[in-house]
């Protein structure tokens, strides 16, 4: 894979997935910063960032990805129904490799 996330500007700190966002209680809302490393040799552009969970949002993410850079990606979770054990899921990246 191409893409990896991290928790820190410094890319120091690697997430597994899925991400693991803690527990918040019905009508909380939050804020979770993470950084998306492109590993791959190439650019991408049209990037698309889509989440698993139907409260979780992506408000912020780069659009473009030059070879070996990072960028910020914010996710906001507003759950509607109490969750007991805490909430994990997973981000999925797709967008175009620029070959040439």
Do not use: C
Not at 82 to 98: A, C, N, P
């Amino acid at each position: 894979m191409d893409f990896k996330l991290f928790e820190d500007k410094e890319l120091t700190k690697p997430i597994e997935t899925p991400i693991d966002l803690g527990k918040l209680k019905a009508g909380e809302e939050k804020e979770y910063t993470y950084y998306v490393l492109n590993a791959s040799i190439h650019p991408y552009e049209e990037l698309d960032f889509d989440v698993d969970h139907k409260e979780v949002e992506v408000i912020q993410a780069p659009i473009d990805l030059a070879e070996k850079s990072s960028g910020k990606v914010v996710l906001k979770w507003k759950p509607s129904v109490d969750i007991r054990r805490g909430l994990k899921t997973s981000l999925k990246i797709e967008g175009f490799q620029v070959i040439g």
